[in-house]
Nanobody
């Protein structure tokens, strides 16, 4: 059983900073990828930031230069530092974990943490 525990969401003023954290636990022997997606009301889920074990890191266009993803592989933890937050960053942020399973990849999701950017 794999579990993802997220923390760090909340209310922040425009221009502020927030850091999200996600820790994976359970039967994890190797991580293929880990990162964050978000979904705002009435919108589709979109990539925020994600890394894969081959060294690739991807950011959504709207967060490039403002958000930074970091990982602590030994603890199966990924963090998302969000700077210069804007009201349009308001969304539910969900942690995503990719684990290899033979030739397949199994995907896990956290329960989501709410981020509200408002004055």
């Amino acid at each position: 059983q794999v579990q993802l525990v997220e923390s760090g969401g909340g209310l922040v003023q425009p221009g502020g900073t927030l850091t999200l954290s996600c820790t994976a636990s359970g039967s994890i022997f190797r991580v293929f990828g880990m990162g964050w997606y978000r979904q705002a009301p009435g919108k589709e889920r979109e990539l925020v930031a994600h890394y894969t074990s081959d060294g690739r890191t991807d950011y959504g266009d709207s967060v490039k230069g403002r958000f930074t993803i970091s990982k602590d592989s030994g603890k199966n933890t990924v963090r998302l530092r969000m700077n210069s937050l804007k009201p349009e960053d308001t969304a539910v942020y969900s942690c995503n974990l990719l684990l290899p399973n033979g030739t397949a990849v199994v995907e896990y999701w956290g329960q989501g943490t709410q981020v509200i950017v408002s004055s």
